[in-house]
């Protein structure tokens, strides 16, 4: 059939491709070249064509060289005039020789045979492949193709069926009847297929955007109508409107100035102008929380009765009287004058030792209302006086947030750890600080937040520290210091009996009917359990003690009554912590007590010196600060400058290194105290001589072998005096702090002044 010349049939708006059937229909009345063509055809075949250009006339010259050879399969008349056909599509072959009679058109074909190559194998793989993903993603392509290609391995035939069943536009699938190269044909067909995807995706992702963004808005929508209603249900119409109502009635009840009205009402003005969804919003809410809720002009009134205020304060505190008097002076020159800055007092003294409860009393006493904030660690100025509004996450300083806090504009406002602030590059806390005490301009306080001053003039200040030395120096200036020292035992035994026991009793349930707990158990307590200055551990155990009793009752419910004493207080305790006392006598080479202040109050701490054959080197150890270690080269200095006077023999001194040891190394210790002690541990090495463990000492030596006086006595000695120490040294200048010991610790210790060494190697050595 190759040489005989067939009919065309012009397909202009689709493609029949080899293995494909198509079904058309056409109006007999009109469609010339279908009625001409299905009425002669010879043999049912036909050659299907393409035009190349669909916009030009049909000529010769616009049709192509290759075409699909098909065959007319069903004819059948329809109703309305028309013709329905089944076209199908058998194989690419070369048009030639195209004639036409004027209407229709003929040519010769040929058939076209390509062998195939290993490379068709492998493309076939991919083309299927791709298939797969591409059937896959793109949602409106069946599957069905699958089941077509499953057995195909031409890779032309497979080029053609997926081509026919791709949605891919008229003028691109007419090049894939006239690409010849299978090849060729697969590798558009994987682009093809690729770039359709690409396009699916993107059309994907746009759509779960939209759908997203329109999810948020549906639910955020959602969630506000439901909050609407629940609000509504509950009677708490909460719309902004509602609210500004609410903001300036309570402004307009506030005992502020005018001019902090104003700002105030300008700020509602901006809250209710504002755009609900701004960021702006929430800050501004949060300022007019702080404005609307400060205490201004909002005072107590102070117990005018002297007598009531020293009762109360005598009341919760045992002795303490320098406070307690300066507080009943300030309340005394207020009533004779009327108005009265109030001073700014300073608590100092070791821990527990009652500066934040005093006053907390004080404030009871008075009838003020309590502010406490502590600015230990503190580094950044911000803190005392808050950030401007413009920085994110701004508050108000400390002592704003303590004003809010206290509901009152005079109140007693504690600071604590006035001496643990750090000075860094955020700035001087400590100045700022000073600027919130000094009268001369804290009734005009501005708290950076804040923006309007606020009267801090009624305020009475009470600051707490433990040591001295370390509060910065400008805030020293200002401050009316009061020292708390440590308590000896016996003045904590009153403490406990007048003061915690019957605290703890009460506040465990207890009455003092069902608990008796004598002295000397207390003193055991004081003295086996408990290590400090102060009577906070005093006090916990005390409470420790009561709790397990409240248990035994609630058990044990036969028993009512219990008497704790000396012999059975392990049973409530366990072992003893601390053996008092526990500084047996005994005599040693080279080992002396010193005396420090710590912490826990008074202690003594050992100095221990060694030799060894060497250079005469000299080691320190006992993590000590400069001053310590230049005590130690003073002490040998000294020795070796009077060796004669000693008794020592040089050549100790030259053959041997010289070993100075504080123990408990890891504690940091400095401080001008130790000289004395020093000698005399390497007077007691040089020349062999023991020294008694009831021996302490403290004072700081010079070249010349004079003592200087030292600071913190009261602590030292009672420390001592806990030791178990009956013999002390100190120095000649340091007799007149002696009033401050209690008669029952200066009844059990030899004390011995001296203004010169001499003076202690006389007594020890001689
Ligand atoms: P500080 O502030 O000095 O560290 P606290 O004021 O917290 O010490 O006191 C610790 C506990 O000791 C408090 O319960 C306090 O009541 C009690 N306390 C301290 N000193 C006395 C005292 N002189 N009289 C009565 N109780 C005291």
């Known amino acids: 059939m190759d040489s005989n010349k067939l009919l065309v049939l012009i397909i202009n708006d689709m493609v029949i491709f080899p293995n494909n059937e198509v079904r058309l229909e056409y109006d007999n009345n009109y469609d010339y070249q279908m009625i001409e063509i299905v009425n002669k055809i010879n043999d049912d075949y036909m050659l299907l064509v393409n035009p190349i250009d669909d916009s030009a006339n049909i000529d010769i010259t616009s049709l192509p060289n290759y075409g699909v050879l098909g065959r007319l399969k069903l004819k059948i008349n329809v109703p309305n005039g028309k013709t329905r056909i089944v076209i199908e599509g058998l194989q690419r072959v070369e048009l030639q020789n195209y004639i036409s009679d004027g209407k229709l058109y003929r040519a010769n074909y040929k058939e076209i045979i390509i062998p195939p190559t290993k490379e068709d194998e492998k493309y076939a793989n991919v083309l299927i492949k791709a298939l797969e993903r591409y059937i896959d993603k793109v949602p409106y392509m069946g599957n069905a193709i699958m089941n077509q290609i499953d057995g195909i391995d031409n890779l032309s035939d497979l080029c053609d069926l997926i081509a026919s069943f791709l949605n891919i536009d008229y003028p691109h699938k007419k090049k894939y009847i006239t690409t010849i190269s299978p090849l060729e044909r697969a590798k ?37 109508e439901k909050i609407k209603i629940m609000q509504q249900e509950l009677g708490e119409v909460n719309s ?33 102008a504002i755009n609900s969804n701004s960021p702006e919003l929430g800050m501004i809410r949060d300022y007019l929380d702080w404005m609307l809720n400060l205490p201004w002009n909002t005072y107590t009134k102070d117990t005018e009765d002297l007598s009531k205020v020293k009762s109360i304060l005598d009341s919760s505190h045992y002795a303490l009287e320098d406070v307690k008097e300066r507080i009943l002076e300030y309340l005394a020159v207020k009533q004779n004058t009327n108005s009265l800055r109030s001073p700014i007092l300073c608590l100092v003294g070791p821990p527990g030792v009652g500066k934040t409860s005093l006053a907390i009393s004080i404030a009871k006493s008075l009838n003020r209302k309590v502010a406490k904030i502590s600015v230990g660690g503190i580094n950044d100025e911000a803190e005392i006086i808050g950030h401007r509004r413009t920085y994110i996450g701004a508050n108000p300083g400390r002592i704003i947030q303590g004003i809010r806090k206290a509901q009152t504009a005079n109140p007693v406002f504690i600071i604590d750890e006035i001496d643990k602030m750090t000075k860094d590059i955020k700035g001087d806390p400590a100045s700022s600080l000073l600027e919130v005490l000094d009268p001369e301009q804290n009734n005009k306080f501005s708290d950076h937040y804040i923006e309007e001053e606020f009267d801090l003039s009624q305020v009475l200040f009470i600051a707490t520290a433990n040591y001295i030395e370390q509060i910065p120096y400008e805030l020293k200036d200002r401050l009316e210091i009061i020292n708390l020292s440590s308590y000896t035992e016996y003045e904590k035994l009153d403490i406990a009996k007048r003061h915690l026991i019957p605290k703890e009793l009460e506040e465990h349930g207890l009455t003092p009917l069902q608990v008796q707990i004598d002295d000397d158990c207390i003193m055991s307590i004081i003295r086996n359990y408990t290590k400090e200055a102060g009577v906070r551990e005093l006090e916990r155990v005390i409470a420790t003690v009561f709790r397990k009793i409240v248990k035994k009752i609630l058990l044990e419910k036969d028993c009512t009554f219990y008497n704790i004493t000396y012999e059975n207080l392990e049973e409530f305790l366990g072992k003893k912590k601390y053996l008092y006392l526990d500084n047996q006598i005994e005599e040693e080479v080279g080992v002396v007590n010193g005396m420090a202040y710590t912490v826990f109050g008074g202690d003594i701490l050992k100095i221990e010196a060694t030799l060894y054959k060497g250079k005469g080197e000299l080691i320190l ?3 000590l600060g400069e ?26 001194l030259v053959n041997n290194d010289i070993h100075i040891h504080f123990p408990e190394g890891a504690v940091n210790k400095d401080g001008p105290s130790a000289g004395i002690t020093i000698t005399t541990a390497l007077i007691s090495l040089f020349t062999n001589k023991k020294i008694s463990s009831s021996i302490s000492m403290t004072g700081e030596i010079t070249l010349r072998g004079r003592v200087l006086p030292i600071g913190g006595l009261k602590e030292k000695v009672i420390g001592a005096h806990r030791a178990g120490i009956k013999k002390i040294f100190l120095p000649q200048d340091n007799e007149k702090d002696l009033i401050e010991i209690t008669e029952d610790v200066k009844k059990d210790i030899e004390f011995i002044f001296v203004t010169n060494y001499s003076e202690i190697y006389q007594q020890i050595f001689n």
């Open 621 to 623: 150890t006992g993590s």
């Open 240 to 272: 902004k409107d509602d609210e500004v109502i609410k903001l300036k009635k309570k402004c307009a009840k506030l005992k502020c100035s005018n001019r902090v009205k104003e700002k105030i009402n300008h700020e509602i003005a901006r809250y209710e």
């Open 627 to 652: 001053v310590m270690q230049e005590s130690c080269q003073i002490a040998l200095s000294y020795i070796k400058a009077n060796l004669e006077e000693f008794n020592i023999n040089r050549e100790v």
């Open 188 to 224: 558009d067909l994987i682009k093809d297929m690729n770039e359709e995807l690409k396009f699916v995706e993107l059309e994907q992702k746009i759509e779960s955007e939209v759908e997203k963004e329109l999810n948020k808005t549906q639910k955020e929508y959602f969630l506000r």
